[in-house]
C-alpha cells in the first residue's frame, strides 16, 4: 500500500510546490506590492495585498486583489494536478496563499453584497481545507 494512499476514494490532496522567495521577501517587510511585482503568479503577495487594502477600508481594492490571487492559485492548482475539487491543505505551507486570497475574496464579496460568491467561496474554502476556514475565519 502507497504511503498516502486516499482509502476514502476521494482526490489525493494537492501540495503546491514551494517558492520562498515571496514568503521571505514579505517576511523581510518588503512592501507586497513589491512582491507582487517581482512574483506575479503568488497568491501569497496578492493575499497580502488584500488584506492590507480590506484594513485600510478599501474593500473594492481588496477584492480586487483577493480575485487576482484567487485565479493565480487556481492556476497553479490546475498544473499540479488538482482537477477541481479534492483537499488542499492549510498543513501545507505552499498552499496557504491561495487559501488565504480565497478567504479573502470571500470576505470582500460578503462585504460588497455580493451573496452568492460569498457563499460559493467560503464553501469551497471549507471544502479545500477546514483548518484553513477555521484559522482564517
Not at 523581510?28 to 506590492?33: H, K, L, V
Not at 462585504?111 to 484559522?135: N, V
Request: proline fraction near 7%; include cysteine.
Amino acid at each position: 500500500m502507497a504511503m498516502h494512499e486516499n482509502l476514502l476514494g476521494g482526490p489525493a490532496p494537492t501540495h503546491l510546490p514551494d517558492d520562498p522567495g515571496p514568503r521571505d521577501l514579505l517576511a523581510s517587510g518588503t512592501a507586497p506590492a513589491e512582491v507582487a511585482a517581482k512574483y506575479p503568479t503568488s497568491s501569497l503577495a496578492w493575499a497580502q495585498l488584500a488584506d492590507d487594502a480590506y484594513e485600510r477600508g478599501s474593500v473594492v481594492e481588496s477584492y480586487a486583489y483577493a480575485r487576482t490571487g484567487y485565479h493565480r492559485g487556481l492556476d497553479a492548482l490546475r498544473r499540479n494536478g488538482w482537477k477541481g475539487h479534492g483537499p488542499v491543505p492549510w498543513e501545507h505551507e505552499p498552499n496557504r496563499g491561495f487559501l488565504r486570497a480565497l478567504h479573502a475574496l470571500a470576505r470582500a464579496a460578503g462585504e460588497i453584497g455580493e451573496k452568492d460568491e460569498y457563499e460559493r467561496c467560503t464553501t469551497f474554502l471549507r471544502d479545500s481545507s477546514e483548518t484553513a476556514a477555521e484559522t482564517l475565519g
